[in-house]
């Protein structure tokens, strides 16, 4: 289950990997008012200056606002991070050595996704279909 920002739904089924959650449901607009809404699945974990804070959760965090944050993503064995994106938007290319340095303004969310090595398709296994995909992309189909 995904929880976005009041509002964002169609932006986040949109959004390339996002069949990793079976839900995605808005966020009531009250609950609103935090640092960081922060979710990831449980395919790794996150640390934010120096703490780690969630593996495959969803919640709030509180954070440096207006100031630089070091978020660290460490991927589980034979995963990697897939994506990342904050407030609709995916930032993964701004993450350099699995480690993003940014400055959060409050009321912001965070979605990370890691994928297992392989897994073309995002389902969460590795099978035929990963390898036709792979095919695929190489030829250019």
Do not use: W
């Amino acid at each position: 289950m995904l929880y976005v920002p009041y509002g964002k739904k169609l932006t986040y089924t949109q959004t390339p990997g996002r069949n990793v959650f079976k839900d995605i449901i808005e966020m009531d607009p009250a609950i609103m008012n935090i640092s960081l809404l922060l979710s990831c699945n449980s395919k790794g974990s996150i640390t934010i200056n120096g703490t780690t804070v969630f593996t495959n959760k969803i919640g709030s965090v509180d954070i440096l606002e207006d100031a630089e944050n070091t978020i660290v993503f460490t991927p589980k064995e034979n995963c990697k991070l897939e994506q990342v994106c904050f407030n609709g938007f995916d930032i993964t290319t701004s993450v350099e050595n699995n480690t993003l340095k940014a400055v959060i303004p409050a009321k912001s969310q965070m979605v990370v996704m890691f994928s297992k090595q392989g897994d073309m398709n995002n389902d969460g296994r590795l099978d035929i279909s990963d390898v036709v995909s792979l095919v695929n992309l190489i030829l250019g189909q």
